[in-house]
Structures are given as structure tokens and as C-alpha cells.
T-cell receptor, first 117, second 114 residues
């Protein structure tokens, strides 16, 4: 199965700053997603990262706050802009992999745990 | 409306015993998939088991089995012979039709006692 690397694994950030999270996959994947998990909560989809075009954002998430890049089929970045304490969350990259269950399973990176002071 | 409902915020289970985690779902789509993921304290999401809406048999993966009751729209996870390493948060999730996005339930924290 593919290996998904996320950087940073954790960070402590100051209010008003921005941070970019990287997601690197060791094989080409068609679909990549970014999720947010606020403390004690479930996962919420932020957006679908589209290769070569603008990301598709879910309701409640906007490009100005969460700009996403996906320059190729193995790499994506998520930026959390102008951070506030409410942005303290685990941010997870996930990819759709072909495999035993066909293309049905989403595999997740280890997550990036951000704390905003 | 909530698509995935997990009503058990937390459960305790004795080591070597079985535990059942409840999950109900809501969809009008005839084609969907149901997933269970495990999230240890480290934060990573580990895929456990998958059940397709057209699958005739209940899914099993080692100590994990999925009790799929389509008419009741439930997809309960059964962990047999619990181990200390099973202590984690467990999420039920659903994919609808050809959309690969997942909707997650609130999760259930499982604590295995020695």
C-alpha cells in the first residue's frame, strides 16, 4: 500500500500567521482530500485537491482561508491562513488508492496537529 | 441531517472479550459504502473494514467483523478478543454513490481494561 507523508506532524503557531502543510504520496493517486478534526470532534472534509485546477471546497470552507495546491499526482499542500485559536485542529490528508477493495478505500496520512496561541 | 450516527461516546471492555460499536446511517442512494476507521491517540486514521451496499455477506477482517443490517440501516463493528492495543477512537464513515468523499460519525472511544 502507498505511504503518505505529512509535514509538519505538529506545530505551535501564533495568531495571525499562516502555515502550509505538505502531503506527499509515494505513488500517483487520482484523488486527494483534506480533512480537519477539531479537538474532540469528528473529521470534516475541507476540500478535494484537484490536480492542475482549483480545489473543490465544501460548504463552510473558502479558498482565501484554506488555499490548496496540487501541482502533480503525488503532492498537495494545504495552507491555513491568518490563523486563530479556532483553527487548532488535526489536519489530515487522504488519498484514494486502488487495491483490494478496488478504489473504495481512503487512506490517511498521520495528520498535522496544529495549536494556535 | 446527520448521515452517520454513533450513539456511544465511550465504552469499556475487558481484555479478551468482544465489543460491539454501533453505527446507523442515513442515505437514499442505493449504492454506498460503509467504513470503519481506528484512530489511536497518535492521531493517524487506520482503515479497518469496508462493506459495500450490494455485498451479500458481512465483511470480516481478522478480529474485526461488520454486522450489516441493510433494512435497519445499521453497520455495527464487532471487535473480538479485545487487546490492550485496541484502545482508541473508532469512527464509522459512509461514501455515497460514486463520490469518494467520506462522511464520518462522531466516534466511539474504546478503552480496553487488563
Amino acid at each position: 500500500s502507498a505511504v503518505i507523508s505529512q509535514k509538519p506532524s505538529r506545530d505551535i503557531c501564533q495568531r495571525g500567521t499562516s502555515l502550509t502543510i505538505q502531503c506527499q504520496v509515494d505513488s500517483q493517486v487520482t484523488m486527494m482530500f483534506w480533512y480537519r478534526q477539531q479537538p474532540g470532534q469528528s473529521l470534516t472534509l475541507i476540500a478535494t485537491a484537484n490536480q492542475g485546477s482549483e480545489a473543490t471546497y465544501e460548504s463552510g470552507f473558502v479558498i482565501d482561508k484554506f488555499p490548496i495546491s496540487r501541482p502533480n499526482l503525488t503532492f498537495s499542500t494545504l495552507t491555513v491562513s491568518n490563523m486563530s485559536p479556532e483553527d487548532s485542529s488535526i489536519y489530515l490528508c487522504s488519498v484514494r488508492l486502488a487495491g483490494e477493495y478496488g478504489a473504495n478505500v481512503l487512506t490517511f496520512g498521520a495528520g498535522s496537529r496544529l495549536t494556535v496561541l | 441531517a446527520q448521515k452517520i450516527t454513533q450513539t456511544q461516546p465511550g465504552m469499556f471492555v475487558q481484555e479478551k472479550e468482544a465489543v460491539t460499536l454501533d453505527c446507523t446511517y442515513d442515505t437514499s442512494d442505493p449504492s454506498y459504502g460503509l467504513f470503519w476507521y481506528k484512530q489511536p491517540s497518535s492521531g493517524e486514521m487506520i482503515f479497518l473494514i469496508y462493506q459495500g451496499s450490494y455485498d451479500q455477506q458481512n465483511a470480516t477482517e481478522g478480529r474485526y467483523s461488520l454486522n450489516f443490517q441493510k433494512a435497519r440501516k445499521s453497520a455495527n463493528l464487532v471487535i473480538s478478543a479485545s487487546q490492550l492495543g485496541d484502545s482508541a477512537m473508532y469512527f464509522c464513515a459512509m461514501r455515497e454513490s460514486d463520490d469518494y468523499k467520506l462522511s464520518f460519525g462522531a466516534g466511539t472511544t474504546v478503552t480496553v481494561r487488563a
